[in-house]
Structures are given as C-alpha cells and as structure tokens.
C-alpha cells in the first residue's frame, strides 16, 4: 500500500504559478503510476495530468496542455505539479492518485487506488 501527502497549494493571481508536491510513503513508489486531479465545488472530480511508473509516459487534460508539467522522482518518493499561467477555472482541490495497475500513465479515475487528502488552489482574477 502507498499513503499519500499533497501540499503547495495556496492563493494566487491568475498568471501566477504554484508547484503542487505529493510525498509517497513506501517502498515501491517507483512501480505506481501517479495523477493529478482536481474537484471545483459542485462538479466532478476530473483528470488534471498524470505520468507513468515509466516517467517517459505523461498525459495531460486538453485545458491544462502547455501550462501543467507533471514530473517524479523515484529517489525522494515525489510527484510534482508545475502550474503556470494560472487562471481562475483552476480554482479546485487538488488530488494526487496512484495505481500499480499500470506501468503507463492513465487518464481513468477508476484506475487509481489510491489518493490523498487534497490540496486547495484558488486563483483569483
């Protein structure tokens, strides 16, 4: 099993950027796919990035392509979300997810077996 720890959340002016970290507990971090999600009030959970256990393997939702760069290091058991060019339809809690059910990045939030508690972004205008 894996436990993990969002932080870096925070208030910021559109334009602005935030590095989102999630801290993974465990052993075998290196063999878990790992995701970004993000929950505005009253919507659904959605898919924000995510990156395979093969780092090389990365997928991004079509509104953040170009300003979010998801990365890993397997070392310090961490995932990070670089956020740039924020707008105000970023505002959301934040969700780190992992899986061992694939090597490669995966956009399905069914896939993920595993979150945390979430961290909160608010952009404002």
């Known amino acids: 099993q894996v436990q993990l720890v969002e932080s870096g959340g925070g208030l910021v002016q559109a334009g602005g950027s935030l590095r989102l970290s999630c801290a993974a507990s465990g052993r075998t971090f290196s063999s878990y796919a790992m995701g970004w999600f993000r929950q505005a009030p009253g919507k659904e959970r959605e898919f924000v990035a995510s990156?395979?256990?093969?780092?090389?393997?990365?997928s991004y939702a079509d509104s953040v392509k170009g300003r979010f760069t998801i990365s890993r290091d397997n070392a310090k058991a961490t995932v990070y979300l670089q956020m740039n060019s924020l707008k105000p339809d970023d505002t959301a809690v934040y969700y780190c997810a992992a899986t061992r059910g694939t090597l490669y990045s995966t956009r399905t939030r069914g896939d993920y077996g595993y979150w945390g508690q979430g961290t909160q972004v608010t952009v404002s205008s």
């Open positions: 990156i395979g256990a093969i780092a090389i393997s990365t």
